[in-house]
C-alpha cells in the first residue's frame, strides 16, 4: 500500500512482510527527507510497524552531514514514542556504506537503549530484508 509518493520519494507499507519502505532518490539528504522520513516514523507508530527498510541507494554520494539526517530524526521523534523495539535496515550503495563505515560514530549506539532501535546499514536488498525478516 502506498502511503506517500513523489517523483524522489515513494513510502510504502508492504502488509505481507509487516514492513514499511522509504524509498529516497533525490540528488541529496535535505528537509525534504527529514519532513518525509518523519512520516514514515509517525506511520510505523500509527500502524504498529516496527520495521523500516530505507532505500538510499539512488541518492548522490554521501556528505559528512547525512549521517546527522538519517539519525537525527529517530532522536527527535522516538522518545516520544512507546519503548517498542525498532528495526531499520538503511540500504545503501557500496560508495555510501563505505562513507558511513568511515565516518561511524559509536556514539549514536550509546543513544539509545539496545530494546529501542536497531539500526544497521546494508549494500544488499536481500541482506537488509532478511536482516528484517529475522527481527
Request: glycine content about 2%; charged content about 20%; aromatic content about 12%.
Amino acid at each position: 500500500m502506498i502511503l506517500y509518493q513523489t517523483p524522489t520519494v515513494s513510502l510504502a507499507y508492504h502488509a505481507a512482510t509487516a514492513t514499511m519502505q522509504l524509498q529516497y532518490a533525490a540528488a541529496s539528504l535535505a528537509e525534504t527527507f527529514e519532513k518525509v522520513y518523519q512520516l514514515a516514523l509517525e506511520a510505523m507508530h500509527n500502524l504498529g510497524v516496527d520495521k523500516l527498510l530505507l532505500d538510499l541507494k539512488r541518492n548522490a554520494p554521501p556528505t559528512d552531514e547525512d549521517e546527522e539526517f538519517l539519525l537525527a530524526p529517530i532522536l527527535r521523534y522516538l522518545p516520544a514514542q512507546s519503548a517498542r523495539p525498532l528495526f531499520i535496515a538503511a540500504l545503501l550503495s557500496e560508495g555510501q556504506y563505505q562513507h558511513q563505515m568511515g565516518c561511524y560514530s559509536p556514539s549514536f549506539d550509546r543513544t539509545f537503549a539496545p530494546q529501542q532501535v536497531e539500526f544497521n546499514y546494508f549494500t544488499s536488498r536481500r541482506e537488509a530484508t532478511d536482516w528484517l525478516g529475522d527481527n
